[in-house]
């Protein structure tokens, strides 16, 4: 069973912004992947498509993460699984994502996953400029696109102001 953590921050600063940026592109992450931006320059790219639409205030970003099961044991199959993942919003959003290496055990002591994605996205649509609404809605078909990404069909769902995800482990 996966979980996927989504982290709220509406009334955060672009501080937040650049806080998410570093931590997924950090030396500590395994891989670093964007979609619709250069990973080297995705802060930028998040800036210029805000501006554009006149949308600089407001919630900065999305923070998605996405804890994968013990099936995804190495690296590869952990990014080719963030790809797939983060391809859900290609067609309107940009984001960034990082694949974090950490062994989490449940309470029995036993392996809960190898790694997790960090996903931070824009919230203004490069195509039209309206915002991710991040509802329930939204969430049940990202939800939805996990499922068919992983070929998990059992996510635990949390919703938080911080990365954490230690009390949703088994």
């Given at each position: 069973m996966g979980i996927i953590k989504v982290i709220?921050?509406?009334?955060?600063?672009?501080?937040?912004?650049?806080?998410?940026?570093?931590?997924?592109?950090?030396?500590?992450?395994?891989?670093?992947?964007?979609?619709?931006?250069?990973?080297?320059?995705?802060?930028?790219?998040?800036?210029?498509?805000?501006?554009?639409?006149?949308?600089?205030?407001?919630?900065?970003?999305?923070?998605?993460?996405?804890?994968?099961?013990?099936?995804?044991?190495?690296?590869?199959?952990?990014?080719?699984?963030?790809?797939?993942?983060?391809?859900?919003?290609?067609?309107?959003?940009?984001?960034?994502?990082?694949?974090?290496?950490?062994?989490?055990?449940?309470?029995?002591?036993?392996?809960?996953?190898?790694?997790?994605?960090?996903?931070?996205?824009?919230?203004?649509?490069?195509?039209?400029?309206?915002?991710?609404?991040?509802?329930?809605?939204?969430?049940?078909?990202?939800?939805?696109?996990?499922?068919?990404?992983?070929?998990?069909?059992?996510?635990?769902?949390?919703?938080?102001?911080?990365?954490?995800?230690?009390?949703?482990?088994?």
């Amino acid at each position: 069973m996966g979980i996927i953590k989504v982290i709220t921050h509406a009334d955060a600063g672009e501080d937040y912004l650049v806080n998410c940026y570093n931590y997924v592109t950090d030396d500590h992450n395994k891989y670093c992947g964007a979609v619709n931006v250069r990973s080297d320059d995705a802060l930028n790219q998040f800036m210029a498509v805000r501006k554009y639409f006149g949308k600089v205030s407001g919630n900065q970003v999305v923070h998605f993460v996405v804890v994968l099961d013990t099936r995804f044991c190495n690296l590869e199959t952990a990014v080719n699984a963030g790809y797939r993942i983060a391809n859900f919003f290609r067609n309107e959003y940009q984001l960034l994502f990082g694949v974090h290496e950490q062994t989490m055990e449940n309470r029995k002591g036993k392996p809960r996953s190898f790694y997790h994605i960090h996903i931070v996205m824009n919230p203004v649509s490069f195509v039209n400029g309206k915002m991710y609404a991040n509802n329930w809605t939204d969430v049940t078909q990202f939800i939805q696109h996990l499922q068919q990404a992983t070929g998990d069909s059992q996510w635990k769902l949390a919703f938080g102001h911080d990365k954490s995800i230690e009390e949703l482990l088994e």
